[in-house]
């Protein structure tokens, strides 16, 4: 909306009923603040000053993106698929069941199996040192329901999962303990295909996602356990084409 020009900051008259009424604010605001596990011990109740807390900073994780040309038993991490609702367990989602010994299809029997949008669960190889690691499966809705916004939510809240599980791991496979672990995945184009989404789109929403999990890590902190560092898209057709081939130089920011 345009507000009346003639009451613009320079054209308001000052109105000296009210001029005693005003109050100087503080220079530095003050604010109700609660202190993380860090700095409760050196903090009390009340209000504190800004410059007063001592934040320390955090460092903002990197993801390593790369696509490789092959199948998956190219695939060097957890492997991301999509699953929509009502569909059965085909192509690299079978694949996958396999190598890790029906635990999708076990999962799709008892009803529980992700296809809903916002449902998602990760798998985990039995096997030290196999390949994949396991499995991350991001529930895509209904056919034509999915968007690019909708899958980056989607990504965000299962990666965040696999991550959350990958600290808590209690082998060393990701990892030795007290070390920053990696929950890196291998992605397939989710969501991709004749009635989803471009390749394009799929790639930045499942890196935006990656991003968004990330940052999240980093403000509960659970960055000093585990981060997403890397990323390989894994295409059987296409070529090894780099992931600027598809996004567009710049189109992405830093990751």
């Not at 993106?65 to 085909?90: C, E, F, P, Q, W």
């Not at 994949?132 to 990504?155: D, H, N, R, W």
Request: glycine fraction near 10%; include cysteine; aromatic fraction near 6%.
């Amino acid at each position: 909306t345009t507000g009346d020009p003639r009451h613009t900051p320079s054209t308001v008259k000052r109105d000296a009923r009210t001029a005693d009424a005003l109050f100087p604010m503080p220079l530095t605001a003050v604010i109700d603040y609660v202190p993380g596990s860090r700095d409760a011990d050196h903090l009390g109740f009340g209000g504190v000053s800004v410059d007063a807390i001592e934040v320390e900073a955090l460092p903002e994780p990197t993801i390593d993106v790369t696509v490789r040309h092959g199948d998956l038993s190219y695939a060097r991490h957890a492997v991301v698929v999509g699953h929509y609702l009502g569909d059965t367990i085909v192509s690299a989602e079978r694949v996958l069941d396999r190598q890790l010994k029906r635990a999708l299809s076990t999962r799709l029997e008892l009803g529980i199996y992700p296809g809903r949008l916002g449902s998602h669960a990760a798998f985990f190889n039995e096997s030290v040192g196999a390949r994949p690691k396991g499995a991350v499966v991001i529930g895509l809705g209904q056919v034509g329901e999915l968007s690019p916004s909708l899958l980056e939510t989607g990504a965000t809240q299962a990666l965040l999962e696999f991550a959350l599980q990958v600290a808590q791991w209690p082998d060393e496979r990701f990892g030795v303990a007290g070390a920053v672990r990696s929950a890196a995945v291998s992605c397939l184009f989710v969501g991709s295909g004749a009635a989803g989404l471009s390749i394009r789109d799929s790639i930045e929403s499942m890196l935006r996602g990656a991003m968004a999990a990330n940052e999240r890590l980093v403000t509960t902190e659970i960055n000093h356990r585990v981060v997403i560092d890397r990323i390989e898209f894994i295409e059987l057709y296409l070529g090894p084409y780099t992931v600027e081939g598809f996004l567009g130089a710049g189109s992405m920011g830093d990751v």
